[in-house]
């Protein structure tokens, strides 16, 4: 047991996904004056924001409105 806990561990290989989270992350990341962090949110494609998150703004400004009453 011994062995197996101070053992050197191996990298990790990443998935061609996972690669292009990191590289993303490392290309967009930015911390603001309060401490937090922005970073861009890693769609596979630019193109296809517009179908992944569907026509909901309409619906998103209704709901937000309603909540301010």
């Known amino acids: ?21 990191e590289n993303i992350y490392q290309n967009t ?5 309060d401490g937090t962090y922005v970073v861009r949110l890693p769609f596979k494609n630019r193109e296809d924001i517009g179908n992944i998150l569907g026509s909901s ?7 937000f409105i309603a909540s301010e009453r």
Do not use: G, I, Y
């Open 1 to 21: 047991m011994f062995w197996e806990l101070k053992e050197v561990q191996k990298p990790m290989k990443l998935k061609p996904e996972d690669e292009l989270c």
């Open 29 to 33: 990341h930015s911390r603001k004056v």
């Open 57 to 63: 703004r309409n619906t998103a400004l209704n709901r």
